[in-house]
């Protein structure tokens, strides 16, 4: 009996000890890509995103060069965000006309993205962001609570998505796009326009002040 229970302490030992390790690691990779943003690191701050995460972001910048316009729709809509990916795609279609088609590329879409107001962080409030806890680790995937100042004496939280790839925690980009895609849907039930027709028009309205994703609860 007394040799289970020493066991079982061990064994609670380790699991902590593994926890307190598993959050380290999570906010030195929500610091480096603060920081990152900071220094205007682009391959960095690119790199700070998982495999799933890169993927959309370059298949965002082929597709802005292509013409066909059914592999288009057709990526957006099994994007499972079609709004959003809608969005984002076409602000690549105006700025790839605008540059030149070797430079456009997944850096082009993340730049779209912070305009638009996509992006994890307001990059010139980054002081306005500091961890605040680890909610939850299964398997190689972690939500982690992420505080935003709202103002003076406000604050409020965000949820965060890290994948764990090659024993790294990595940000989970599309996981945030639920919660944009379910403002653009209200905001396209509004309008009664197609859903290209809605997204042009707010390409040329802008992005409204409450659009961005981390002020999103």
Request: hydrophobic residues 40%; charged residues 20%; contains cysteine.
């Amino acid at each position: 009996m007394r040799s289970f229970l020493f066991l079982a302490l061990i064994i609670g030992s380790l699991s902590g000890c593994s926890n307190e390790a598993e959050h380290e690691q999570l906010q030195a990779a929500f610091t480096a890509f603060k920081q990152a943003i900071a220094d205007g690191n682009n391959q960095v701050v690119l790199q700070s995103f998982d495999q799933e995460s890169k993927d959309y972001f370059t298949s965002l910048a082929e597709l802005a060069r292509w013409d066909n316009e059914d592999n288009k729709m057709g990526f957006c809509q099994q994007s499972g965000h079609p709004l959003s990916s809608l969005l984002l795609l076409q602000a690549g279609e105006l700025m790839y006309s605008l540059d030149e088609p070797a430079t456009y590329g997944p850096m082009n879409v993340l730049f779209n993205a912070e305009m638009l107001g996509f992006s994890f962080f307001d990059e010139t409030r980054l002081s306005h962001y500091r961890f605040g806890e680890v909610l939850s680790i299964d398997g190689d995937q972690a939500q982690v609570g992420v505080e935003v100042k709202m103002d003076e004496e406000v604050w409020a939280e965000s949820t965060y998505v890290f994948n764990k790839e090659k024993q790294e925690w990595r940000l989970n980009y599309l996981s945030t796009l639920s919660l944009m895609e379910k403002y653009l849907s209200a905001q396209q039930r509004k309008s009664g326009l197609a859903a290209r027709a809605f997204i042009q028009q707010l390409l040329i309205d802008g992005p409204p002040e409450d659009a961005r994703l981390q002020h999103q609860q």
